[in-house]
């Protein structure tokens, strides 16, 4: 069986500081994982996605997640938040398995 | 090169009722999923059209089916709506099945929320 955890429901941080949004899987076989963003009133956009190569992932806009494999964890970080980050960031594992979402805010 | 196109953007029906969402996939893209968003929720795996035909469903019941024409647009159709469809329905196109190993990238379209009163 497959699942993903997303840690926190709700992330605010200030701009110019460090993102990170946690993110732990569960699955029965070698996983992939993906990263998705969804701004108000727009489709979810693919960030980064990680599928059994280099276990350090670079995605768009200075997105990167780490693939640790005895942590069963893929979380999502970037060393500068931007305004234009806040937005709703999915973590996926599979067969298209979404966890429930972790709303970013970025505060001036 | 278009994007994926959904149709409407905003619905309301009664308890009941049927309703029929539309989708045009990305040019060149053979694969349609729906997913169902309820608010504060991540999306969940509806179904799958691979060329036509319907390959991978989640645990949606019968009454949510669906249709892929032959220019890879698609259809999804909800009978006997209850109030828990209440949601932002979500389309994604791809080349070639996403679903397990078979990875590919999906674009998504911007939804169409229904709301059933």
């Known amino acids: ?108 | 090169e278009t994007g994926v196109t959904q149709s409407p953007t905003h619905l309301i029906k009664t308890r009941g009722q049927q309703v029929t969402l539309r989708c045009s996939s990305q040019s060149g893209h053979n694969t349609v999923s729906w997913y169902q968003q309820a608010l504060g929720q991540g999306p969940q795996f509806i179904f799958q059209y691979y060329r036509e035909e319907e390959n991978g469903r989640g645990n949606f019941p019968p009454r949510f089916s669906g249709l892929q024409f032959p220019n890879y647009s698609s259809e999804l159709n909800v009978n006997a709506l209850e109030l828990d469809d209440s949601a932002l329905y979500l389309c994604a196109s791809s080349l070639g099945l996403v679903l397990q190993s078979s990875y590919n990238e999906q674009f998504f379209g911007p939804g169409t929320r229904l709301t059933v009163l």
């Open chain 1, 1 to 108: 069986a497959q699942s993903v955890t997303q840690l926190d429901s709700h992330v605010s941080v200030s701009e110019g500081t460090p993102v990170l949004l946690r993110c732990n899987y569960s699955s029965s076989y070698s996983p992939s994982l993906f990263w998705y963003v969804q701004h108000p009133n727009k489709g979810l956009q693919l960030l980064l996605k990680y599928t059994s190569a280099a276990t350090l992932v670079k995605g768009i806009n200075g997105f990167e997640a780490e693939f640790k494999k005895s942590e069963t964890s893929f979380h999502l970080t970037k060393p500068s938040a931007h305004m234009s980050d806040a937005a709703e960031y999915f973590c996926v594992v599979n067969d298209m398995r979404f966890g429930a979402g972790t709303r970013l805010t970025v505060k001036p």
